[in-house]
Structures are given as C-alpha cells and as structure tokens.
C-alpha cells in the first residue's frame, strides 16, 4: 500500500500552516476595542514557529536528496 501523500505534499502543508498561524498570531497581537480574543497569542506563535522549523526540516532533507 502506498502512502497517498508525497514528502512535497506534506512540506508544502507544513509550510501553508506554518504561514497561516504566523498571521493569526499577528493579526490578535494587534490590540482593536471591538474584538476580544480568548486564544493564548504566546502558545499560538510558539507552534507556529514549531510548523515553520519542521517545514525548513523537510526542506533540508529534499535537499540533501
């Protein structure tokens, strides 16, 4: 059976994601009187950073391949 995700397709995940929390997270760092956020902006940017450090991981090893 073969896996039906390619190593591309999962890099290029990695990445999406990675770029999507990263706006997230700066979008609710800006303060605006009418919206209140109840998401943890530290832990938010924290696994956005993880997403961005393994999508550079992939990266690395497509390249060495």
């Known amino acids: 059976m ?3 995700l390619s190593f591309w397709d999962i890099s290029l995940w990695l990445a999406f ?3 999507i929390l ?3 997270s ?3 760092s800006t303060p605006s009187p009418q ?5 943890d902006k530290k ?3 924290i696994t956005a ?4 450090v393994a999508f550079m ?3 690395i090893m497509h390249a060495y391949q």
């Open 22 to 24: 990263l706006i997230t």
């Open 2 to 4: 073969q896996f039906p």
């Open 57 to 59: 991981i992939t990266v």
């Open 35 to 39: 919206a209140q956020v109840v998401i």
């Open 17 to 19: 994601t990675a770029i």
């Open 43 to 45: 832990r938010l940017r």
């Open 49 to 52: 950073l993880i997403f961005g």
């Open 26 to 28: 700066e979008l609710t």
